[in-house]
C-alpha cells in the first residue's frame, strides 16, 4: 500500500469537505439575506441562531482548511516507531495517523485516519511493533507499522 497514494485521497476527503462546508454557508448566508420580514423580535432571533449556525460551520470549515495544510508536512517515509504519517495496522484495524477525517476505504481495505491528537493516536504514539495499548477499555496489539 503505497502511503503517498493513502495521503492524496486522504487530501481528496478534506477538498471535498471543505467544498460542501463553502456552499452551506454560502446557501445559509443566502436563505438569512432573503427572509427579510417586519415580524420584529422573532426576525431577530432568527438571524441570530442562523448567524451561529454560520459561525459553527465557519469553525469547521477553518478546521478542515488548517487539517489539509497540515498534510503537506507528513512523513510518508517507513517509520520504525509511530509517529504523524504512520501506517499502523493492529489486531481491530488499519489505522493512519494524519489528520481527523474517520473512516475511509483505500485499495479495498477501511482504514482509520486519526489525528496524532486522538486518544488512540495518542496511546501509539512512539510504539513500536510487537507493543501494545490499551485504549478505552480496548487493547490494541500493533503487529505492523508502515
Given at each position: 500500500?503505497?502511503?503517498?497514494d ?31 420580514s ?18 459553527k ?18 512523513n ?9 504519517g ?7 484495524g ?53
Amino acid at each position: 500500500m503505497n502511503k503517498s497514494d493513502l495521503l492524496q485521497v486522504v487530501y481528496g476527503k478534506l477538498s471535498e469537505k471543505i467544498h460542501t462546508l463553502e456552499q452551506l454557508i454560502a446557501d445559509t448566508r443566502t436563505a438569512n439575506n432573503e427572509t427579510k420580514s417586519s415580524m420584529g423580535d422573532k426576525y431577530e432571533t432568527s438571524r441570530e441562531m442562523v448567524q451561529q449556525e454560520i459561525n459553527k460551520l465557519q469553525l469547521q470549515l477553518n478546521d478542515s482548511i488548517s487539517a489539509r495544510k497540515s498534510l503537506g508536512s507528513i512523513n510518508v517515509s517507513p517509520h520504525e516507531t509511530i509517529a504523524a504519517g504512520s501506517l499502523v495496522k493492529t489486531q481491530r484495524g488499519l489505522f493512519f495517523i494524519a489528520v481527523p477525517v474517520g473512516e475511509i476505504v483505500f485499495g479495498n481495505e477501511k482504514i482509520f485516519v486519526l489525528s496524532p491528537e486522538s486518544p488512540l493516536a495518542s496511546a501509539m504514539w512512539g510504539k513500536k511493533t510487537g507493543d501494545s495499548v490499551l485504549v478505552n477499555h480496548t487493547e490494541h496489539n500493533i503487529i505492523q507499522i508502515r
